[in-house]
């Protein structure tokens, strides 16, 4: 079956504890992305990937590091997590850019205490 | 600036009859790509329709169908005979492009969408 997966779902951490959330497609995607939804402010792109080692940040990157050593995972660090992001966080993959579908894991809730 | 906008937070419709969401948005290219997402409860985000600029033809999809109007920048969605499974949160969204190039989805605020029985 084509999906995202996102490990974990849920996590709730204390201020300035390094925390990483995995995510990896199994589609071959070459496009993957990290996205960030908070009440009232939509999704915003933290960063995104185009290929292995090319990675760009999005409109909200700071606090915030990636890589992409593998096609398939693309994870998200937070280094010294902070109670602004506490936030819901999704990883999406397309096989083009942004002009086709992106799909997307299923969601991490992170609570930052 | 690249910015999408859903002027409603919530809407509500009865179940069998037809709603439109708004979105409009911003840019200054002439070829661009336009979609809108459905959020359930479960928060799984699910592609409901995309729309090609350069498409004259409004994009359908079974019940989900849009009204595209280029020079006015509107994206609405049009939902007919809701059904329950409809309740979700939708997002409008448009590809733009990083301050370095890349492409990227920039989202609407949503709009929450009440299915009454």
């Known amino acids: 079956e084509a999906q995202v997966t996102q490990n974990p779902r849920y996590l709730i951490t204390v201020t300035g504890k390094k925390l990483t959330v995995t995510c990896s497609q199994n589609?071959?995607?070459?496009?993957m992305s990290w996205y960030r939804q908070d009440p009232g402010l939509g999704l915003r792109q933290i960063y995104y990937?185009?290929?292995?080692?090319?990675?760009d940040k999005g409109d909200v990157p700071e606090g915030y590091k990636v890589s992409r050593k593998e096609k398939r995972n693309f994870p998200l660090i937070l280094e010294s997590p902070s109670p602004n992001q506490t936030s819901l966080y999704f990883c999406?993959?397309?096989?083009?850019?942004?002009?086709?579908?992106?799909?997307f894991g299923p969601g991490t809730r992170l609570t930052v205490t | 600036a690249q910015t999408v906008t859903q002027s409603q937070p919530e809407m509500s419709v009865q179940e069998a009859e037809t709603v439109t969401l708004s979105c409009t948005y911003d840019t200054s290219e002439s070829d661009y790509y336009l979609f809108w997402y459905k959020q359930p409860p479960s928060r799984q985000m699910i592609l409901v329709i995309r729309?090609?600029?350069?498409?004259?033809q409004n994009a359908t999809e079974n019940r989900f169908s849009v009204n595209f109007q280029k020079a006015a920048k509107s994206f609405s969605l049009k939902i007919s005979d809701s059904q329950l499974g409809d309740a979700a949160m939708y997002f409008c969204?448009?590809?733009?492009?990083?301050?370095?190039?890349?492409?990227?989805?920039?989202f609407g605020k949503g709009t929450k969408l009440t299915v009454n029985p």
């Open positions: 729309q090609e600029a350069y498409k004259q």
């Open positions: 999406a993959s397309s096989v083009a850019p942004s002009s086709y579908e992106q799909y």
């Open positions: 589609m071959n995607h070459e496009y």
């Open positions: 990937s185009m290929n292995v080692e090319v990675t």
């Open positions: 969204a448009y590809r733009g492009y990083t301050q370095g190039g890349s492409e990227k989805l920039v």
